[in-house]
């Protein structure tokens, strides 16, 4: 496995750093839970799913509520999309229409929370997959497709975050 490369650039903004904490605190819980349910014989990989998947659907109704039918991927970004969010995981808009919003994220503070944890780096990538079922989620109860491509967890210098007009 490549080594994995995540260092922010913004270091200097207090709200971002509250938020980063936050998220690497999130993220400890769910890496050391997989760890452990690992250990003790439990399928912890199909709980966390669950759990994170639910919570995705929980967000992505919240959404829906605020958008029309047809769902336009440049109203849903302005929903999804928050300034401190934005800054928090360095993201990059590389598309962002009615009918798609491409997201380039330049920094992870899950990925961080998990390093820092001292969780294997061979179970980041699967503990990323498994946080991924949340915008897997958000996306599918908004009525949007979604994508996801490069990974900071698997040693890529992005993850390439994709939400598309459903066809």
């Known amino acids: 496995m490549p080594e994995i490369n995540n260092k922010p650039t913004i ?6 750093t509250i938020n980063r904490n936050a998220i690497e605190h999130r993220a400890t819980w769910m890496g050391l839970s997989y760890e452990a349910a690992k250990k003790s014989g439990v399928n912890g990989e199909q709980i966390l799913r669950s759990a994170v998947a639910q919570t995705g659907c ?15 991927l440049n109203k849903f970004a302005d929903i999804f999309l928050t300034p401190v969010g934005m800054k928090t995981f360095e993201m990059e808009i590389k598309t962002k229409t009615k009918d798609a919003l491409k997201i380039n994220f330049h920094y992870c503070p899950l990925v961080s929370g998990w390093l820092k944890a001292g969780i294997p780096a061979a179970d980041i990538p699967k503990l990323c997959d498994i946080a991924m079922e949340g915008d897997r989620n958000i996306a599918k109860t908004a009525g949007v497709g979604f994508s996801l491509g490069k990974t900071i967890a698997a040693g890529d210098d992005i993850c390439e975050v994709n939400f598309l007009k459903k066809k």
Not at 11 to 16: F, P, R, S
């Open 11 to 16: 270091t200097d903004d207090e709200k971002v």
């Open 58 to 72: 929980l967000h992505g109704k919240l959404i829906k509520q605020k958008l029309s039918e047809p769902v336009e």
